[in-house]
């Protein structure tokens, strides 16, 4: 089952990158002067249907490949804000 979620999800990619190359397609075929619309369609339905198939797939949990950088972060950020917080308390 998961098989097949993924390969929905790729064809949505699919779709995705197909259009977006067509829409720059589209843009270098404006900039040469010889305007070809029908790239601007295609590029237009395949990201729509490249939206749709891949917004029905939910978002992945978080891999959280830098929690120890985050756990840091805020440990210092804490402890910055009680050093501030006694230094006023100085004053």
Sequence with gaps: ME???????????????????LAILFIA????????FDY??????????????RRRKKRPPPANRFAWLKKTRDGYRNRSKTDNKQQDKKR
């Design 3 to 21: 098989d097949e979620e993924d390969l929905v999800l790729r064809i949505g990619i699919f779709f995705l990158l197909i259009g977006a190359f």
């Design 40 to 53: 601007l369609f295609l590029a237009m339905m395949l990201l729509g249907a490249g939206y749709m198939i």
């Design 29 to 36: 075929s404006d900039m040469a002067g010889q305007t070809d």
